[in-house]
């Protein structure tokens, strides 16, 4: 919105070309992001605490999560409404990459807002069924591959990249719908799993959002992406503006999350961020190293798979609770120990998979 300003004033005066850098556009994308969930949080969460909008807390989980009973939730809306208007700001409206980003992210957001209306209406912690929630997310999921796919200008568009391989590219045809539709789905489940502890998934999705800006301003370069060797995607580059949003937002959200939190994110913000991360990975064609910088929303998504299977199969359980984290915490870990060594993890599985971009 605001380009479409500067482009009007560059008439007047050629300062206002600047704002035709990405980089810039970035950055404050970013900081507008920050500014908003700062100046926005604190009165949000008086007015959570007000109408007693509170998280429901498991009988069966740690004992020490019992304390945490009635601490407001839904906070993710915060990083919903800091995301969208920093993105409209500052991003190109005509770009077709950064619409479905941001459509895809608050439509997953509509269902974690659905599924937390539930849990607190209902006063107990199931919330949106299984099921519900899963035909929602299969409808939005393969409603922005199937777009995705059809929208393609070029080849490279729906080819699967691997990682740490010169020139190893598979062509999916159809099957881009099928990996689209999993990694944007898996995504936004994967980090819903992880979300249960004090600021141990909204870091994490920081780092890996702005791993991915990176991606996507070096794809979306075609300079950069042929001294890369990687491929070169037309108008992916928009998306560092939607990145910087989400890393914005996630910071001003962990200001009132990190331990003892203030504010829980609820679904709202969890299904969103994950979905966000899966449908930018999708766009600048690194799902596989999406899967390696998101290693701790994968841990713990497969430590719950393990744990169910084993127990259907055995009658037997692997971890003393799934996911993992709870599994620390039952072993005796405090909760800022685990929060930070996940945090440690995610540093290290996001630098090699930024160590992609060279290393081929």
């Given at each position: 919105m605001l380009l479409w300003l500067a482009d009007y004033l560059t008439q007047y005066h050629s300062g206002f070309n600047v704002f035709r850098y990405l980089t810039l556009r970035a950055i404050l994308g970013t900081l507008t992001a920050l500014s908003i969930s700062l100046i926005i949080g604190p009165s949000m969460i008086r007015k959570l605490t007000m109408y007693k909008i509170g998280q429901n807390i498991r009988d069966d989980g740690p004992q020490a999560h019992l304390s945490k009973a009635g601490t407001p939730t839904m906070g993710g809306a915060l990083?919903?409404?800091?995301?969208?208007?920093?993105?409209?700001?500052?991003?190109?409206?005509n770009n077709r990459q950064v619409v479905v980003a941001l459509v895809v992210t608050l439509l997953f957001g509509g269902i974690g807002f659905i599924d937390d209306f539930k849990k607190l209406k209902g006063g107990c912690s199931q919330g949106l069924s299984a099921k519900a929630k899963y035909i929602w997310q299969t409808v939005f999921?393969?409603?922005?591959a199937i777009y995705i796919y059809q929208t393609a200008q070029q080849p490279i568009e729906t080819t699967l990249i691997i990682p740490f391989m010169k020139d190893a590219m598979i062509p999916l045809g159809m099957g881009f719908v099928v990996l689209a539709y999993l990694v944007i789905v898996g995504t936004s489940n994967s980090v819903n799993l992880t979300d249960g502890l004090d600021g141990l998934a909204i870091l994490p999705t920081v780092m890996v959002a702005g791993a991915l800006g990176v991606f996507a301003y070096l794809t979306g370069n075609i300079n950069f992406a042929?001294?890369?060797?990687?491929?070169?995607?037309?108008?992916?580059?928009?998306?560092?503006?939607?990145?910087?949003?989400?890393?914005?937002?996630?910071?001003?959200f962990l200001w009132f999350n990190t331990y003892p939190a203030q504010v829980f994110m609820g679904d709202v913000g969890a299904l969103a961020l994950g979905a966000a991360l899966g449908v930018v990975a999708v766009l600048v064609r690194q799902e596989l190293v999406l899967l390696i910088m998101g290693g701790v929303f994968v841990m713990e998504t497969v430590s719950v798979i393990?744990?169910?299977?084993?127990?259907?199969?055995?009658?037997?359980?692997?971890?003393?609770?799934?996911?993992?984290?709870?599994?620390?915490e039952l072993k005796?870990?405090?909760?800022?120990?685990?929060?930070?060594?996940?945090?440690?993890?995610?540093?290290?599985?996001?630098?090699?998979?930024?160590?992609?971009?060279?290393?081929?």
């Open positions: 990083i919903l409404v800091a995301v969208a208007i920093s993105t409209i700001l500052w991003m190109d409206l999921g393969l409603g922005a042929n001294y890369l060797s990687i491929p070169y995607v037309s108008g992916v580059g928009e998306l560092v503006v939607f990145c910087g949003a989400l890393v914005g937002a996630g910071l001003g393990l744990q169910v299977a084993s127990f259907k199969l055995t009658g037997r359980r692997i971890f003393r609770m799934a996911p993992l984290h709870h599994h620390f005796g870990w405090p909760e800022p120990r685990v929060i930070v060594r996940f945090w440690i993890i995610t540093v290290v599985l996001v630098l090699i998979g930024l160590a992609s971009l060279k290393v081929r």
